[in-house]
């Protein structure tokens, strides 16, 4: 089974409209992170939220948000006021504890276009 | 500027022939990664090394060898085991592992084609 699922390959939004990018993780862990990361065309991975198991909060950063619901095991990004900047390959991605928290699990990643 | 960086940006090899991809990083990070992605993927971790002089195989280092006699430095070599070398390799680092909460930092690329 796949450790994490993001289940749309493509997404379109208008400019300054929100925008919610889907993703579901599995692991049996009970303390983990889970991380999103954007990919311009450039190729560069640029870490934009982290949010942790134990967190009580769902995660903010600026224009980026985490929507986390634990008991459904999904950790879905949200981009508020969307910029055509935006526009890129998004990744989620997790750290468990039983790998010594070394290693990041990667998913195969949503194309989020902005359009003017 | 702290960074990591990678050289080439593009590399073209004929089949049959090693060829060694460079990561240096400045940001006195302890842990390096080497992550692998192809078209339409996610990334795929390659190898990587918590502590200078010690590295573990990632999910798919057939074909792959690396070293880290350095703390600043993780270089790739992409054998002439390696199947379908052809791809996009990208080099990471973290200030360690052991905490769940230390994000990954990645350099810009190399994208090597093997003709």
């Known amino acids: 089974a796949q450790k994490i699922t993001q289940t749309q390959p493509g997404m379109f939004v208008q400019e300054k409209e929100a925008v919610t990018l889907d993703c579901t993780y599995d692991?049996?862990?009970?303390?983990?992170?889970l991380f999103w990361y954007k990919q311009p065309s450039s190729g560069e991975m640029i870490f934009l939220i982290y949010?942790?198991?134990?967190?009580?909060q769902n995660a903010t950063e600026g224009r980026y948000s985490l929507n986390f619901q634990k008991a459904r095991k999904s950790a879905n990004l949200v981009i508020s006021a969307s910029q055509l900047g935006d526009s890129a390959m998004y990744f989620c991605?997790?750290?468990?504890?039983?790998?010594?928290?070394?290693?990041?699990?990667f998913g195969k990643g949503t194309m989020l276009l902005v359009s003017p | 500027d702290g960074g990591i960086t990678q050289s080439p940006k593009y590399l073209f090899r004929k089949e049959g022939q090693n060829v060694t991809l460079s990561c240096e990083q400045n940001?006195?990070?302890?842990?390096m990664y080497w992550y692998r992605q192809d078209p339409g993927q996610g990334l795929r971790l390659i190898y990587y090394?918590?502590?200078?002089?010690?590295?573990q195989k990632g999910d798919i280092a057939e074909g792959y060898s690396v070293s880290r006699e350095k703390k600043e430095s993780f270089p790739l070599t992409v054998t002439s085991a390696q199947k379908n070398p052809t791809a996009f390799y990208l080099c990471?680092?973290?200030?360690?592992?052991?905490?769940?909460?230390?994000?990954?930092?990645f350099g810009p690329g190399t994208r090597l084609t093997v003709l």
């Open positions: 990471a680092s973290a200030v360690s592992t052991g905490q769940s909460y230390n994000e990954q930092f």
């Open positions: 991605a997790m750290r468990e504890a039983s790998s010594g928290y070394s290693t990041l699990t």
């Open positions: 949010q942790g198991s134990y967190d009580q």
């Open positions: 940001l006195n990070h302890d842990a």
């Open positions: 090394s918590q502590i200078v002089n010690d590295f």
């Open positions: 692991t049996s862990d009970p303390s983990y992170g």
